[in-house]
């Protein structure tokens, strides 16, 4: 199995500050990998897909890059909105699995 | 517009079953592959079973083999999971979503909660 892991599992910042979340899989994924936003009482969001390939509609703040073990999720400009926790996704192995997850508090 | 929603959760006692629910809206739900993934409090998220498109092969977890049946109705567009023998571990928030053909979910439903407690 693929492990996933995240750092860090919290981090406060401010409104206007960048924000840089990393996952590291226990093997080469090459670029597959996914970031999803979760808030509390609403629906999951992919926000990054094939590692830095923003999804359509997520705001520009957001983006994705990495390759091989190592990916990193960066907000700028960090907005209220933005508060969740952050989870990866390996998709390089069926089924993919996801990281423990950053909350991100404001 | 897209839509994926959840229902079916609630309060069971160890050892009972459930049976949630997704309805889904928007797109095509015949030929898309569908999976269900949990989050249990203050853990991670996990993916729990996944059901193909046109030839409804289904998967599951190791932690639900044997406990847990992904099925679904292409003439209604709805997902279902039926949960047997639940355990105390089985409770989390379950949500529905759509996998595309990389493996990663477009699209999510908001999740119905399942709590398994005497």
């Known amino acids: 199995d693929i492990q996933m892991t995240q750092s860090p599992s919290t981090l406060s910042a401010s409104v206007g500050d960048r924000v840089t979340i990393t996952c590291r899989a226990s093997q080469s994924i090459s670029n597959w990998l996914a970031w999803y936003q979760l808030k509390p009482g609403k629906a999951p969001k992919i926000l990054i897909y094939k590692a830095s390939f923003l999804e359509t509609g997520v705001p520009s703040r957001f983006s994705g890059s990495g390759s091989g073990t190592e990916f990193t999720l960066t907000i700028d400009n960090l907005q209220p909105d933005d508060l969740g926790t952050y989870f990866c996704q390996q998709f390089y192995k069926y089924p993919g699995n996801f990281g423990p997850g950053t909350t991100v508090e404001i | 517009d897209v839509q994926l929603s959840e229902s079916g959760g609630g309060l069971v006692q160890p050892g009972g079953s459930l049976r949630l629910s997704c309805a889904t809206s928007?797109?095509?739900?015949?030929?898309?592959?569908m999976s269900w993934v949990r989050r249990a409090p203050g853990k991670g998220l996990e993916w729990v079973s996944a059901?193909?498109?046109?030839?409804?092969?289904?998967y599951y977890a190791e932690s639900v083999k044997g406990r847990f049946t992904i099925f679904r109705d292409n003439s209604q567009n709805v997902l279902y999971l039926q949960m047997s023998n639940l355990r105390a571990d089985d409770s989390a928030m379950y949500y529905c979503?759509?996998?595309?053909?990389?493996?990663?979910?477009?699209?999510w439903g908001q999740g119905t909660l399942v709590t398994v407690s005497s």
């Open positions: 059901t193909s498109g046109a030839s409804s092969r289904t």
């Open positions: 928007g797109f095509t739900f015949k030929t898309s592959a």
């Open positions: 979503a759509r996998e595309r053909n990389y493996g990663d979910f477009d699209y």
